[in-house]
């Protein structure tokens, strides 16, 4: 079966899995934010508060725009995890595609600490930075891992999900704090071998996809990748979560890319558990085949988790202590 037939089947049964809605019932759009190609408002159907995401008024008639956001459509219709954005209803506007999907409470972008030089007070940063201890940024961590485990080897049989844009603002909580994978624009589907299903041979797929600060050496440089290089971009989200710091802050995308050429990547804190080094050290080696699959990652994320959580109440009751004594 051809990628472009295997598309339209999909297509078809989005659309059977979602419900229509006439764009003329929602009458009080407010906006929450934008991204290259959509625009996205916050709405009410069936008094449950959703988002209604519709491409810019500049976009519309371009066709790798309205792909995108029917192939996001159909994706996200057909997907079912508690970590992946869920396709609620769909419709038309003037001929061109939006959907219904639920509304987050806040994105993760929005949630980590404010850069260095942000200009902002050093004490605003700090109170930010104690809000993002070791322990929750593993927490998210495998999380994440689960969203893109289930993407990669479960969501669609005969296929792998690659979502193509791993990085902070395509990541939000529910109200409830559970994290959601969202914004599957640039999202591909990787048609397996039936006679090789594990087969993860490099393909020539689109370079340069994505967002170039967390994007892997090989898409970076235009090389054939895999689902591998979406391991090496959840990385670069984790330091920066851990950390509390932006990836390569002052490189410019041509020293970027060669300097991912050569296996540069952020430094690792030498203070973290070495079973956390030796995690990232892992997911960011150059050869695509000696990276972990995020199925493998979950339990050893939640792991660390777990560890990190009983030293940082031993640290905390040590404290207290020394407060009792030395008041």
């Known amino acids: 079966m051809r990628r472009e037939e295997s598309d339209e ?7 059977h899995a979602l419900r229509v809605v006439r764009y003329a019932q929602f009458t009080n759009l407010q906006y929450l934010g934008e991204g290259e190609f959509a625009t996205v408002h916050a709405e009410v159907l069936d008094g449950v508060p959703v988002a209604l995401k519709m491409l810019k008024q500049n976009k519309r008639d371009e066709v790798l725009a309205v792909k995108g956001l029917k192939r996001e459509i159909m994706l996200l219709s057909l997907m079912h995890h ?3 954005m869920r396709a609620l209803a769909l419709g038309e506007e003037n001929g061109k595609p939006f959907m219904i999907v639920e509304k987050l409470g806040r994105t993760l972008v ?32 495998a999380q994440l891992a689960t969203a893109l485990a289930y993407c990669h080897d479960e969501a669609l049989a005969g296929y792998r ?74 990385a670069t989200v984790v330091w920066e979560m851990a950390t509390h710091r932006r990836p390569f802050e002052s490189f410019t995308p041509e020293i970027f890319r060669s300097a991912l050429g050569k296996g540069m990547t952020p430094p690792i804190p030498m203070r973290w ?55």
């Open 161 to 234: 999900v690659m979502h193509r844009d791993v990085k902070p603002p395509n990541i939000g909580f529910k109200p409830d704090g559970q994290l959601v994978l969202f914004d599957f624009g640039l999202a591909t589907l990787w048609a397996r071998d039936e006679a090789q299903p594990d087969d993860v041979t490099p393909r020539q797929l689109t370079g340069e996809t994505g967002s170039l600060r967390y994007m892997a050496p090989e898409v970076a440089n235009w090389q054939p990748y895999n689902h591998k290089a979406e391991v090496f971009s959840f």
């Open 82 to 84: 508690p970590n992946v």
């Open 110 to 141: 929005a949630e980590l600490p404010i850069d260095i030089d942000s200009g902002q007070p050093a004490w605003v940063r700090m109170r930010q930075c104690k809000k993002w201890p070791l322990s929750r940024a593993l927490d998210v961590a």
């Open 9 to 15: 089947q999909l297509a078809v049964a989005s659309e």
């Open 273 to 327: 558990d070495a079973r956390m080094r030796a995690l990232l050290a892992s997911c960011w080696h150059l050869s695509h085949d000696q990276r972990p699959e995020f199925r493998e990652l979950v339990p050893r994320l939640v792991e660390l988790r777990e560890k990190e959580l009983a030293n940082e109440a031993q640290r905390s009751n040590f404290q207290q202590w020394m407060r009792a004594v030395y008041p």
